[in-house]
């Protein structure tokens, strides 16, 4: 389970919300000085993510909590939101560029294999969109509040 410190900023029944600071990791990175990922996390400043949890300890706003997610969620959201799109681009560029190549089309291999990938990365994004909020109600997905801080 991966856990992170947060602050309960509302309750709504057997949720809260709550604020975690969104981290880099370059605290403990020796190259900090060096990166530009460093840099960029210093130019944009510290911002905090709000997000709904599944509230079991009972926490109040104000509180300090801690906050776990199941690898498996994350491994799901990360593949539905990054990969899935990604696919129906590079998917969409292919059958585009298929349809191109049949006898009789009178077109740009490149322009329509560009409008392919195009509509595969709207496809991928729209069913992405899709999944996340049918799975925005489901327990595992969600973060549970684990204790106090």
């Known amino acids: 389970m991966i856990e992170e410190r947060a ?3 509302a309750v709504e029944g057997d949720f809260a919300w709550v604020e975690a600071e969104r981290a880099s990791g ?8 060096s990166c530009g990922t460093s840099a960029l996390a210093g130019v944009m400043g ?4 709000r997000v709904k949890a599944l509230n079991r300890v009972g926490a ?3 509180e300090q909590v801690v906050i776990g997610l199941q690898e498996l969620a994350l491994v799901r959201g990360t593949l539905a939101v990054y990969l899935v799109p990604l696919v129906g681009l590079f998917a969409g560029g292919l059958v585009g560029e298929a349809i191109s190549r049949l006898p009789g089309s009178a077109g740009s291999g490149e322009l329509a294999a560009v409008l392919g990938a195009g509509l595969g990365l ?3 994004l729209a069913w992405a969109r899709g999944w996340m909020r049918r799975r925005a ?4 997905m ?6 106090r801080a």
């Not at 109600?137 to 595992?140: F, S």
Request: with cysteine; glycine share 20%; hydrophobic share 35%.
């Open 7 to 9: 602050s309960v900023v």
């Open 142 to 147: 969600l973060p549970v509040i684990l204790r």
């Open 46 to 49: 510290r911002r905090r993510a």
């Open 26 to 33: 370059c605290s403990g990175c020796a190259s900090r000085g």
């Open 60 to 62: 109040q706003p104000g």
């Open 122 to 124: 709207w496809a991928g």
């Open 137 to 140: 109600g489901d327990a595992g």
